[in-house]
């Protein structure tokens, strides 16, 4: 499963979310912690990722 990591504009939260190919497309993103969608996604760098490339 994909790892999307993601800064809230709003409240500066950081996350992480598991999405699929479509919602990814889609980018309906929120943050958890104030629900809003002004989210920018960052590069994953602070966990390993051992997912095989395909
Ligand atoms: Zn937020």
Do not use: W
């Amino acid at each position: 499963m994909p790892f999307y990591e993601y800064a809230c504009q709003d409240c500066k939260e950081r996350f992480s979310q598991i999405l699929t190919l479509r919602e990814y497309g889609e980018g309906n993103v929120k943050c958890p912690k104030c629900g809003s969608t002004h989210v920018e996604q960052v590069p994953a760098q602070f966990y390993t990722v051992t997912s095989r490339k395909s």
